[in-house]
Antibody, heavy 116, light 108 residues
Framework: QVQLVQSGAEVKKPGASVSVSCKAS????????IHWMRQAPGQGPEWMGW????????TYSQKFQGRVTFTRDTSATTVYMELRSLTSEDTAVFYC?????????WGQGTPVTVSS | ESVLTQSPDTLSLSPGERAVLSCRAS???????LAWYQQRPGRAPRVLIY???YRATGIPDRFSGSGSGTDFTLTISRLEPEDFGVYYC?????????FGGGTKVEIK
């Protein structure tokens, strides 16, 4: 079965960077794009962008452009999200999701807390 | 890109009742890639409906989706206790993906 397993919770100081991983299994890794979402407490998911897992081409939401980078390691079937210059607004759960044109499978989420 | 507005904010219904959730786009959607997700507390969202009206694998037939243009609906024909949670609509555009603000379904 399709599984997306994310790395564990993180606590960071303002201005720092965070890296979250998303390991895919149960399907052909390069067949589908992986998207990332941020969900702040009590809010709905917010789309951050996506990475084509075959070519590595990325597209970022304007809101996060310049502050986020997605990469992938095809041999490890893993996608990485790095978010820089963290603020309290980035205290949220971050999700990766496989796209079939809709978000068919989701990781379990990685809580990130930004606090001084 | 379209902004998705969901209504109502909260629905409080009894088991067996019908729930109708609305998702309205600020402009006609460019395609029919409108999906609905259910999210329970502390869990990731899970897809219920994709491409407006197709049920995802394993989703009971009490869930149905419809709509076109700017108005889309998720209907739960007979609420079960496990249907509580927050429901989000989501559109996949050419280069932009947007979520609605959510409707919370409470079971009386």
């Amino acid at each position: 079965q399709v599984q997306l397993v994310q790395s564990g919770a993180e606590v960071k100081k303002p201005g720092a960077s965070v890296s979250v991983s998303c390991k895919a299994s149960g399907y052909t890794f390069t067949a589908n794009a992986i998207h990332w979402m941020r969900q702040a407490p009590g809010q709905g998911p917010e789309w951050m962008g996506w990475i084509y897992t075959d070519s590595g081409k990325t597209t970022y939401s304007q809101k996060f452009q310049g502050r986020v980078t997605f990469t992938r390691d095809t041999s490890a079937t893993t996608v990485y999200m790095e978010l820089r210059s963290l603020t309290s607004e980035d205290t949220a759960v971050f999700y990766c999701a496989r796209s079939l044109g809709w978000f068919s499978d989701w990781g379990q989420g990685t809580p990130v807390t930004v606090s001084s | 890109e379209s902004v998705l507005t969901q209504s109502p904010d909260t629905l409080s219904l009894s088991p067996g009742e019908r729930a109708v959730l609305s998702c309205r786009a600020s402009q006609p959607l460019s395609n029919d890639y409108l999906a609905w997700y259910q999210q329970r507390p502390g869990r990731a969202p899970r897809v219920l409906i994709y491409r407006t009206s197709y049920r995802a694998t394993g989703i009971p037939d009490r869930f149905s989706g419809s709509g076109s243009g700017t108005d889309f609906t998720l209907t739960i024909s007979r609420l079960e206790p496990e249907d509580f949670g927050v429901y989000y609509c989501q559109h996949s555009g050419t280069s932009m993906f947007t979520f609605g603000g959510g409707t919370k379904v409470e079971i009386k």
